[in-house]
């Protein structure tokens, strides 16, 4: 029989790289607690339609990424490919809009049918927050700082740099859309394909092109800033100031448009050179247009994800699995006491297994192997004597320890 492929862009996950990944998200959600923002879970499926509506139908993720399908009921159901749309649509069905401000963490896979590649799955993993219901522009510079935060503690923010622009309010963008499109038009017959399509699906898309034909059009296309109207100038004006007084340094990218339709106002991507094409770390920005988008009332917001993935293939932390003790019975019929010592060791709290004894040097080879270098040798000796003999498999060292003493030894490393 054909042995079962594992899906493409999937990633399993074993138990010393899932402790990467563990401590990559506590490290996370503990910085993200510092700046006010507590831990909530939301469901992976969704109506179809809390995306379709919010990211845009010609977004990449609407209109070629998402896995989506028919339930037994008969609705359109998608497997999230972010987190943002349905926290509002939770904000709203929960009817939580007087418990507004809420601020948001959250941790969880995501899905989109993208090519894999080196960063890039198809099933992911985000952290992520939001603050949801404060317009303040010092807001999208608090969450900017969280995000910085988390970047340092995992010790990559050197190797990433900020990239910031506005995309101002909504009459701001579609004045700036009417004047992209009429530009473009002049050039359409130069551009690719893909811009061609994009120049009545979404014109502001064709900025981020990477295609060669596109990048000289690109150069000299109007630039957003000229289109700015006051109040979408105040709130970016005080975003740049803050960030500067706090010396975050930074690179206002016009071109910086973001791949999700629900973005106004500031956004924002940490970009670095260390993961080839999927430079991309972190990104956000604001979305006080999305609750509208979602047949809700205004709700200002704003907030971030990252990549757990690329997070963790960039940081260097130091991830040791817990210690645990092996207890090796010297002969079979030592066993019985072995098994109650691991029990009284559990039961101290203490990571321990036992064997069913005999071979002790093909146990200590296949320990020596693992991540628990610590045995516990028992013989008939020892059960008489009432001691065990504490091996260190990494030192080579041997001590004998008195059995009221052990738990003391270990918790406190002394053997
Ligand atoms: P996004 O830029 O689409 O934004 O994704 C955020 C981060 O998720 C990316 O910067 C990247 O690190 C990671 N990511 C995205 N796609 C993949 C993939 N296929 N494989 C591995 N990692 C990936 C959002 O998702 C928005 N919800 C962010 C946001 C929150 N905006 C406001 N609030």
């Given at each position: 029989?054909?042995?079962?492929?594992?899906?493409?862009?999937?990633?399993?996950?074993?138990?010393?790289?899932?402790?990467?990944?563990?401590?990559?998200?506590?490290?996370?959600?503990?910085?993200?607690?510092?700046?006010?923002?507590?831990?909530?879970?939301?469901?992976?499926?969704?109506?179809?339609?809390?995306?379709?509506?919010?990211?845009?139908?010609?977004?990449?993720?609407?209109?070629?990424?998402?896995?989506?399908?028919?339930?037994?009921?008969?609705?359109?159901?998608?497997?999230?490919p972010e987190g943002t749309a349905g926290i509002i649509r939770s904000i709203l069905s929960n009817g939580k809009l007087n418990d507004l401000p809420l601020k948001l963490f959250y941790s969880g896979p995501m899905f989109r049918y993208e090519r894999p590649q080196k960063g890039r799955l198809r099933q992911f993993t985000q952290i992520g927050i939001e603050?949801?219901?404060?317009?303040?522009?010092?807001?999208?510079?608090?969450?900017?700082?969280?995000?910085?935060?988390?970047?340092?503690?995992l010790g990559i923010k050197k190797n990433c740099i900020l990239n910031i622009n506005t995309l101002?309010?909504?009459?701001?963008?579609?004045?700036?859309?009417?004047?992209?499109?009429?530009?473009?038009?002049?050039?359409?017959?130069?551009?690719?394909?893909?811009?061609?399509?994009?120049?009545?699906?979404?014109?502001?898309?064709?900025?981020?092109?990477?295609?060669?034909?596109?990048?000289?059009?690109?150069?000299?296309?109007?630039?957003?800033?000229?289109?700015?109207n006051n109040s979408s100038i105040d709130h970016f004006e005080k975003v740049l100031k803050y960030l500067k007084k706090l010396d975050v340094e930074f690179i206002h990218n016009e071109k910086l448009v973001r791949g999700l339709d629900y973005y106004s106002h500031t956004t924002f991507e940490f970009i670095t050179e260390d993961l080839g094409a999927q430079g991309t770390v972190l990104g956000g920005g604001r979305y006080d247009g999305l609750s509208k988008m979602l047949g809700g009332p205004h709700i200002p917001a704003v907030g971030f994800a990252a990549g757990v993935d690329r997070l963790v293939m960039m940081s260097k932390l130091n991830n040791d699995l817990p210690m645990?003790?092996?207890?090796?019975?010297?002969?079979?019929?030592?066993?019985?006491?072995?098994?109650?010592?691991?029990?009284?060791?559990?039961?101290?709290?203490?990571r321990a297994e036992t064997h069913p004894g005999g071979n002790v040097s093909k146990y200590l080879?296949?320990?020596?192997?693992?991540?628990?270098?610590?045995?516990?040798?028992?013989?008939?000796?020892?059960?008489?004597?009432?001691?065990?003999v504490l091996k260190n498999l990494s030192t080579g060292d041997q001590f004998e320890v008195q059995n009221e003493e052990l738990i003391k030894k270990i918790n406190m490393q002394s053997y």
């Amino acid at each position: 029989m054909d042995k079962v492929q594992q899906v493409r862009g999937t990633k399993d996950i074993f138990p010393a790289e899932m402790a990467k990944y563990n401590s990559v998200i506590d490290k996370a959600k503990s910085v993200s607690r510092l700046f006010g923002f507590d831990e909530a879970s939301f469901p992976l499926i969704e109506k179809s339609q809390a995306f379709t509506r919010p990211l845009g139908e010609s977004s990449d993720v609407v209109s070629k990424e998402m896995y989506s399908f028919n339930d037994r009921g008969g609705d359109s159901i998608t497997l999230r490919p972010e987190g943002t749309a349905g926290i509002i649509r939770s904000i709203l069905s929960n009817g939580k809009l007087n418990d507004l401000p809420l601020k948001l963490f959250y941790s969880g896979p995501m899905f989109r049918y993208e090519r894999p590649q080196k960063g890039r799955l198809r099933q992911f993993t985000q952290i992520g927050i939001e603050s949801i219901g404060n317009p303040d522009a010092l807001e999208d510079v608090e969450v900017i700082l969280c995000g910085i935060k988390i970047l340092s503690g995992l010790g990559i923010k050197k190797n990433c740099i900020l990239n910031i622009n506005t995309l101002g309010d909504n009459v701001s963008r579609n004045e700036y859309k009417k004047n992209l499109v009429k530009y473009f038009l002049k050039h359409e017959t130069q551009l690719s394909e893909l811009s061609k399509n994009r120049l009545s699906l979404n014109p502001l898309r064709i900025l981020d092109s990477k295609e060669i034909e596109d990048q000289e059009i690109i150069k000299n296309a109007p630039l957003f800033s000229s289109f700015l109207n006051n109040s979408s100038i105040d709130h970016f004006e005080k975003v740049l100031k803050y960030l500067k007084k706090l010396d975050v340094e930074f690179i206002h990218n016009e071109k910086l448009v973001r791949g999700l339709d629900y973005y106004s106002h500031t956004t924002f991507e940490f970009i670095t050179e260390d993961l080839g094409a999927q430079g991309t770390v972190l990104g956000g920005g604001r979305y006080d247009g999305l609750s509208k988008m979602l047949g809700g009332p205004h709700i200002p917001a704003v907030g971030f994800a990252a990549g757990v993935d690329r997070l963790v293939m960039m940081s260097k932390l130091n991830n040791d699995l817990p210690m645990a003790i092996s207890i090796i019975p010297i002969q079979k019929e030592n066993f019985d006491y072995c098994y109650s010592l691991m029990n009284m060791l559990r039961n101290n709290n203490i990571r321990a297994e036992t064997h069913p004894g005999g071979n002790v040097s093909k146990y200590l080879k296949k320990i020596n192997k693992k991540n628990q270098k610590i045995v516990i040798l028992v013989g008939d000796k020892e059960i008489e004597n009432k001691k065990v003999v504490l091996k260190n498999l990494s030192t080579g060292d041997q001590f004998e320890v008195q059995n009221e003493e052990l738990i003391k030894k270990i918790n406190m490393q002394s053997y």
